[in-house]
């Protein structure tokens, strides 16, 4: 198993711009984490869901953030539009079930020029 | 509001001496507490949680509820403990809701 699938591992992009963040979590897990890190806040959870339902969104910043997760084996984190303050390293992570160990893939450095 | 503080940003020591990294929360309920470790060029991964109460790469960590922490310890650091460390709750309610601290990086010097 390749663990958690992030794409793309680095995105450059200038303000204004739509921002599209993939996650594939590990097969069978039923829950997935998006988390932003940067050096002001460090790691802060932004959304999770649970069987593909939004559980917990108390962390998206605004309603320029959005996430989705249309199936059990994928899941969007979009910005739009992105600011320079977006910029930040991006995880996903996935468990069994909400309260099982997180599993993170290999995260997304932002960049908003 | 719940908080996980870990006051050191960069701990130095000698391979071969005892390394604490420390780890105070704040939550007025039944916490579970974790340790991530996040090696150079490699994923953040799971450590230890102190459910298991278990000794992961010679590292252990106690629960104190008395004193709110879930310090780190191991009493010989090997240069290949060199990494960022994390210490992370979550609420006895909120599932999987990992509340971070800040991290401390550790560096074992030969």
């Known amino acids: 198993d390749a663990g958690v699938i992030q794409s793309p591992r680095h995105e450059v992009t200038e303000m204004g711009q739509e921002v599209t963040l993939r996650c594939k979590p590990i097969?069978?897990?039923?829950?997935l984490f998006w988390y932003r890190q940067t050096m002001m806040r460090g790691l802060e959870l932004l959304i999770y869901?649970?069987?593909?339902?939004?559980?917990?969104d108390s962390g998206m910043p605004e309603d320029r953030f959005s996430a989705k997760m249309p199936n059990a084996s994928f899941s969007t984190l979009k910005i739009q539009p992105s600011e320079p303050r977006d910029s930040a390293v991006y995880f996903c992570?996935?468990?069994?079930?909400?309260?099982?160990?997180?599993?993170f893939g290999p995260g997304t450095r932002l960049t908003v020029l | 509001a719940q908080r996980v503080t870990q006051p050191e940003k960069l701990l130095s020591v000698f391979k071969g001496a005892p390394v604490e990294l420390k780890c105070n929360y704040s939550?007025?309920?039944?916490?579970?507490l974790f340790w991530y470790v996040q090696y150079s060029r490699q994923r953040l991964q799971l450590l230890l949680r102190?459910?298991s109460r278990e000794s992961i790469k010679g590292f252990t960590a106690d629960l104190n509820k008395g004193e709110t922490s879930f310090h780190l310890k191991k009493p010989f650091a090997q240069e290949e403990d060199s990494a960022m460390y994390y210490c992370?709750?979550?609420?006895?309610?909120?599932?999987?809701?990992?509340?971070f601290g800040q991290g401390t990086e550790l560096s074992v010097k030969p």
């Open positions: 992570a996935s468990s069994l079930g909400h309260g099982d160990e997180q599993f």
């Open positions: 097969s069978g897990h039923n829950s």
């Open positions: 869901f649970n069987n593909n339902v939004p559980i917990d």
């Open positions: 939550y007025s309920g039944s916490p579970e």
């Open positions: 102190h459910i």
């Open positions: 992370a709750l979550i609420r006895g309610n909120q599932g999987g809701k990992l509340i």
